[in-house]
Each structure stands twice: as C-alpha cells, then as structure tokens.
C-alpha cells in the first residue's frame, strides 16, 4: 500500500479538492505537490463556472502512460493503473503497453484493488469509490462524497443498534466535514484504500478515520467508523484481510484487527508512534510499515510485534509477495529490500535511483517489477540487479 495517499486538507474534517500529485511525509504530517484539475468544455458546471469533477468523466490523454500515476495492481494476467484527474489504464502485455480505460469522474484516483481478474475497485478523492466487474474496461460509481453525506445522514438519524448520544455525535462529525468541504453536500474525504473478500465482505476506509463495511460485494455500504477503536479519528491508510483476519494500519502507530466476537476494529500495539502507510498478512505473519523505513512483524495476530531493521531512511510504500516466504519492501525512493518470513532476515537489493515510487506491482512468472511515478508507470527488471546487501539486525 502506497505513501501516494497523502493529501492537502484543510483544518477540520474536510479535505479540500486540490489534486494530488506525488507526496512525500514529513514529521509534522503530510507535504503535496498540487495540480489543478483539467476540466473539459462539455463538463457540467456551476453559475460560477466551476467543474464538478464528481460529475465529469476523466479526459482522454494522449501518452497516458506518461500522466501521473498513483497505483497499481494485478488484474489476473492483466495490469491495472490508476492516476491524477481520473486517470485509468490496463495492460495486456506486461506492461509493455497501456489503454486507457473510461472513467466516470474526474478526480484523483488514489488506490486500486483487484479480487479477481474480473471484480475490483478503485479509491480517491470527494470519496469516490469505483467498482468493476470486466477486468477495469468499465467503471461504476458505487460511492461518492453526494452519496456518501446522504448514506451517512440517514444511517446515524435512524440507526437502532447506537445509543442517542453516540448517534448525535456521529452526525455532528458529518455536518463539520461538509461545512468545510467545498461544497456543502460534499463529503470531500478521500477513501484511501478498498479490500473486499471473494465472499463479498469487505471495508473502504480513509482520512479522518472513515470506514465502511459491505457484505455483498459493495452493492451496499453500512458505516463502520463508530465500530474501532480510534476515536482521536487518526486517518486510516490501508486494510489487508486474509480468512477471518483482517488489519488496519494509520497515523502516529495506528494498527488495528477486526475482533470479530466484539464486532469491532481493536488497537494493536507496535511501541512505534508513526505513521503506518500499509500492512500485509500472509500465511500466520502481519506486517505494518511506514515512515523513514519503519517494519514491524507479528506472528500472533498483533499480541506482540518485531522490529524488523530496513536500513532505509525513505518511507515504506508498498510490500509484494516474492515466493512462498519472501517479500519485497518498496521505498518511496524505489529502494527495494527483500524480507525472509521465516528468519526476519531482510536484504537490500542493489537498485539504480528511479525516483520517487508510489506503489508497485509484482508481473507473475517474471522477476519484473512495475512502478508508479509522477513521470507515470515504469518496469524494473530485478533479474539484472546487482547482489542482495544483507542488513544488520538491530
């Protein structure tokens, strides 16, 4: 999960429609670069002339695997990229060559996720929540910052199993991120990442601790913010669920399982206080990782963790599977380090500069990578590099 899910806001819980573009953390929070939106003549418009990009499709860009792009994944044999103002492309070679896909917004997508080759979802800005069930040639908008302030009204005004005064607070939080939203009837928080099961449960989640569950494939949506332990409302960047299991990591530590007898997202504690970009769990071993290089492992569920030396000073983005027992860490800087789950034992690998990364994507049968970079998507074949470093252990 990508460190491309920083975003400008401003003070309260609405976030402000400015694009993002590549980002990069610093100690005090998050730092962007801004890119207006793009606007197409036809687009619906405001008596001021504004854009609504919630109502306008992405424009079609010429070179689009040169545009801004934020993230990427598996599709099946396929690859799907996602990027600033819309933007979607797919590849059928292995990222050799890339079509853009049609999408129906204009915002800045943020995060995809692929349950199949055929199902998958894709996150951004104005909480916008897009489904696919064709490999990403079409898109659905399932949620979006209209629908969601009306889906959140009307659940918190009539909800049976929460107290009056839970429910009340609740609503209160809803009308201060719209009156800070740039537009009242806009829920402007951006959704930053999407995980749904083969059995149709799953969460999208996002800044200002926002969560919502579905148990039909995304079909409908039920609040869920109220069922975690975080109510500071820290932002909420990435969920990884395997079999009944199911983490959330954040800001200043955050790390959270589903405790499913309580029927609630309970706090882990790690003994780290900064901000966890992603977490990953496969075969009996979670991992949570973030700022300056930051790793933490467990292997009973969250009840004790590991750190785990990195030797990076640039913040974690992203963590592929690699084998059986091996991962591969991804920097923001496009360092790699390759983390043996048995032994804890991590090992750089010997990268040229590329520049700033966001996500990655591992292409099946091969030892090549996929990146995603402000300059757009970029391979790296990890055949051709140089020997692994070992790292210390600390």
Known sequence: MNVSRLFNWFPGKGCSRASLAMAGACCIGLMVQVLPVMASEQAPQSPSGFHDPLQQSALVQDGARSQPALAVTRAGENLVSVGLRGLIMISRDDGETWMQSPSPVAVDLIEVYFQNELNGWA????????????GGLTWEVQLDGRRLVTLLKEYYANAADLDEFEAESMLREVDLATSTSYSP???????????????????????????????????????WTEHTENDRRM??????????????????????RLDRELGRFVRLETSYAGTFFGVHVRDGLVMTYGLRGNLYVSRDEGATWDQVETQQQASLVDSLEDGPYHSILVSQ???LVRLDSRS?????????FTG??????????????VVTQFSGVRKIDISQLGKSIPVPAT
């Open 123 to 134: 996150v951004g800005h104005d909480s916008v929540l897009l489904a696919t069930t064709d």
């Open 185 to 223: 009837d806009i829920m402007a928080t951006p959704f930053l990442d999407v995980f749904v099961k083969e059995n149709g449960e799953g969460f999208v989640l996002g800044a200002f601790g926002m969560l919502l569950r579905t148990t039909d494939s995304g079909a409908t949506w039920t609040p």
């Open 235 to 256: 932002h909420l960047y990435s969920i990884d669920m395997q079999g009944d299991q199911a983490y959330i990591s954040g800001e200043q530590g955050l790390v959270m």
């Open 333 to 335: 800087r496009g360092e």
């Open 344 to 352: 804890l034992e991590t090992a750089r690998l010997e990268v040229p």
């Open 356 to 369: 700033e990364v966001s996500s990655a994507a591992m292409l099946n049968g091969s030892r090549e990578l």
